[in-house]
């Protein structure tokens, strides 16, 4: 069956960096688009970084352009999202995310294949 393992997560303060790691198995990796969400509580779950399967091109909403940055390794069916000048707001949970409906960037709903989510916190 298809996995999504996510890892990296953790408590940084703002400013700070973090990178997030997600490994992929059961699944063809590099025919998937891939995506990073979160979802911080009372809030909806929200793109933050998408990749083609190439890797040829990324997509990020404005509130991640310039400090998040998503790449892939497809001989190691992994993608990472690299964090940095963290702020507060960013706290929430991050999930990767497989599409095989949108080239790049898309909605959760594009994404049918899904990891059980790391925590990031980011402190004042």
């Known amino acids: 069956q298809v996995q999504l393992v996510e890892s990296g997560g953790g408590l940084v303060q703002a400013g700070g960096s973090l990178r997030l790691s997600c490994a992929a198995s059961g699944l063809t990796f590099s025919t998937y688009a891939m995506g990073w969400f979160r979802q911080a509580p009372g809030k909806e779950r929200e793109l933050v970084a998408s990749i083609t399967r190439s890797g040829d091109e990324t997509y990020y909403p404005d509130s991640a352009k310039g400090r998040f940055t998503i790449s892939r390794d497809n001989a190691k069916n992994t993608v990472y999202l690299q964090m940095n000048s963290l702020k507060p707001e960013d706290t929430a949970v991050y999930y990767c995310?497989?599409?095989?409906?949108?080239?790049?960037?898309?909605?959760?709903?594009?994404?049918?294949?899904w990891g059980q989510g790391t925590q990031v916190t980011v402190s004042s």
């Open positions: 995310a497989a599409s095989s409906r949108v080239a790049v960037g898309g909605s959760r709903y594009d994404y049918g294949y």
